[in-house]
């Protein structure tokens, strides 16, 4: 049992050099981390937003939901339920939401969320920018022209 776990925890490391110094050590060390770390997030499940295939790779069975609206508002909600999701798109602003069968709680929780905060949004009198700045246009083609005046002062003499 201990001779296994010693094993495993053994690392071989070969280096051709002319000299081994402390740099050529360090530089070697920095690569078997690297390659260490990327085996590590190879071997790991995606969380979070992913595509519709790499959350069927996860081998759990899954749901959809039809969602309408904006998915960007969904992924800030979601990321704070910490759920793994996909979007698929159907059609302009329709969206087939794809989730794991085993979050359906976490789902139905942040979904509720989301939908508070899409009426919430809707119910709000904000004008936006660009509609402000038709509006302006528009008035200021409503008034009459000013006409200007061109007159010459006369000059200080004194000067």
Known sequence: MIDE????????????????????????????????????????????????????AHGAATNSIELTGAPKEFDRVARKWNVDYAFYKTGPDKYLLFFKSGQADAITACFSEYSRRVLDKAKTDRVPIREQLRRAAAEILRQPAQKKDRVKEAAHEDR
Request: charged share 30%; glycine share 6%.
């Open 5 to 56: 776990d010693v094993s495993r925890r053994t690392i071989a490391l070969s280096i051709r050099t002319g000299k081994l110094s402390a740099r050529v050590l360090a530089y070697a060390l920095r690569a078997a981390g690297r390659k260490i770390q990327k085996e590590h997030r190879a071997h790991q499940t995606p969380h979070g937003r992913q595509s519709v295939k790499k959350l069927m």
